[in-house]
T-cell receptor
Framework: DGGITQSPKYLFRKEGQNVTLSCEQN?????MYWYRQDPGQGLRLIYY???????QKGDIAEGYSVSREKKESFPLTVTSAQKNPTAFYLC?????????????????FGAGTRLSVL | AQSVAQPEDQVNVAEGNPLTVKCTYS??????LFWYVQYPNRGLQFLLK??????LVKGSYGFEAEFNKSQTSFHLKKPSALVSDSALYFC??????????????FGSGTQLTVLP
């Protein structure tokens, strides 16, 4: 998990509440990602960002929002519109480069945040 | 669209025996292939990758994987399993031709249990 810090480790959300999950990286990576993990479903991409001040929706973006104001930080907000937020959330980062760089294809993950609903 | 199939939700193996975790993929063109491991309540850790070249790829902790283009498979193997190998294993694929950072697709995961 080195280089990517997710906080908090555990988070509880009340109904109707927005909550924000933090993700910080010191790997100098351009790209950052948010995934949701549910049992038996693998990882599903919520949002990703390849550069500061730009981000794109993934496969399950509804009910979530992100910002990318700094290269090191990519916070995820779970809004009240997300009706089933209970899951394990993983942040990752990678190099985005041109040419034959092999390292750009490897994503590095944080330790995750487990979100539950009260 | 690309996809990854891990046909076994659970694999059990005795310590000291060889292990195999299966993965097949579908992608347009040539693939980049990856294996990651996840321990309980932790993020994913990179194990190994196939980019090009030798079909047998060696990675961390004694794991290796064999790329088989005709069978579109990338099975993870280890000659002698350890109890500490017990974890959740994910296969992932992206097409070589993709320039987008998002194009990594993960399988649903296989829980490996090594019995002492």
């Amino acid at each position: 998990d080195g280089g990517i810090t997710q906080s908090p480790k555990y988070l509880f959300r009340k109904e109707g509440q927005n909550v924000t999950l933090s993700c910080e990286q010191n790997l100098n990576h351009d790209a950052m990602y948010w995934y949701r993990q549910d049992p038996g479903q693998g990882l599903r991409l919520i949002y990703y960002s390849q550069i500061v001040n730009d981000f794109q929706k993934g496969d399950i973006a509804e009910g979530y929002s992100v910002s990318r104001e700094k290269k090191e930080s990519f916070p995820l907000t779970v809004t009240s519109a997300q009706k089933n937020p209970t899951a394990f959330y993983l942040c990752a980062s990678s190099i985005v480069g041109s040419g034959g760089s092999l390292a750009k294809n490897i994503q590095y993950f944080g330790a995750g945040t487990r979100l539950s609903v009260l | 669209a690309q996809s990854v199939a891990q046909p076994e939700d659970q694999v059990n193996v005795a310590e000291g025996n060889p292990l195999t975790v299966k993965c097949t993929y579908s992608v347009s063109g040539n693939p980049y292939l990856f294996w990651y491991v996840q321990y309980p309540n932790r993020g994913l850790q990179f194990l190994l990758k196939y980019i090009t070249g030798d079909n047998l790829v060696k990675g961390s902790y004694g794991f290796e994987a064999e790329f088989n283009k005709s069978q579109t498979s990338f099975h993870l193997k280890k000659p002698s399993a350890l109890v500490s190998d017990s974890a959740l294993y994910f296969c992932a694929v992206r097409p070589v031709s993709s320039g987008s950072a998002r194009q990594l697709t993960f399988g649903s995961g296989t829980q490996l249990t090594v019995l002492p």
